[in-house]
Antibody, heavy 115, light 112 residues
Framework: EVQLVETGGGLVQPGRSLKLSCVAS????????MSWTRQAPGKGLEWVAS????????YYPDSVKGRFTISRDNAQNTLYLQMNSLRSEDTATYYC????????WGQGVMVTVSS | DIVLTQAPLSVSVTPGESASISCRSS???????????LYWYLQRPGKSPQLLIY???NLASGVPDRFSSSGSETDFTLKISKVETEDVGVYYC?????????FGSGTKLEIK
């Protein structure tokens, strides 16, 4: 059974940093590209970052480019999202997702950016 | 960026009847490989989204065949036949044609 389990969320002040982790199981992690997708409270889905299966290439929307960094450790079957210079508009539930089809999603982890 | 526009914003359906949701793209989603990069997801209340349809018309594993999708290069329709109470939630379309990846704003399905 495919499982994606996110951890690392919480309350953080504007301008500070936070790192999310996602442990994957039930599939060959290093065969798949992975992504982070977020959902602000009561809002729709927003793609945040993607990474190739080797980790050699990464992709971001303009809203987080230069502030967020996606990475992975294939030996540990773990995906990461380093979030720096956090803003109130980054407040959301963050989902770890398997791509290209976004066919599996984690349970999500809440990040609240507030003073 | 590709903009996906969903309609209606919400739909209320009697169990056993059908429902249709539209998704219109600002750009053709037909790739150079001949694949239409349009996907449908359902987010049930309090749950993570789940994949329903991939590449415009292919049913994801475990999804009942009451769900179907069709369309052209820019206009797509998700149809739910014989709606059941478990179909309640927000439906999103999304594309994977190019970066940035984007989603529609969602259509909420309610039961009458």
């Amino acid at each position: 059974e495919v499982q994606l389990v996110e951890t690392g969320g919480g309350l953080v002040q504007p301008g500070r940093s936070l790192k999310l982790s996602c442990v994957a199981s039930g599939f060959t992690f290093n065969n798949y590209w992975m992504s982070w997708t977020r959902q602000a409270p009561g809002k729709g889905l927003e793609w945040v970052a993607s990474i190739t299966n080797s980790g050699g290439s990464t992709y971001y929307p303009d809203s987080v480019k230069g502030r967020f960094t996606i990475s992975r450790d294939n030996a540990q079957n773990t995906l990461y999202l380093q979030m720096n210079s956090l803003r109130s508009e980054d407040t959301a539930t963050y989902y770890c997702t398997r791509i290209p089809f976004f066919d599996y999603w984690g349970q999500g982890v809440m990040v609240t950016v507030s003073s | 960026d590709i903009v996906l526009t969903q309609a209606p914003l919400s739909v209320s359906v009697t169990p056993g009847e059908s429902a249709s949701i539209s998704c219109r793209s600002s750009k053709s989603l037909l790739s150079s490989k001949g694949i239409t990069s349009l996907y449908w997801y359902l987010q049930r209340p309090g749950k993570s989204p789940q994949l329903l349809i991939y590449q415009m018309s292919n049913l994801a594993s475990g999804v009942p065949d009451r769900f179907s999708s069709s369309g052209s290069e820019t206009d797509f329709t998700l149809k739910i036949s014989k709606v059941e109470t478990e179909d309640v939630g927000v439906y999103y379309c999304g594309h994977r044609l190019e970066y940035p990846l984007t989603f529609g704003s969602g259509t909420k399905l309610e039961i009458k």
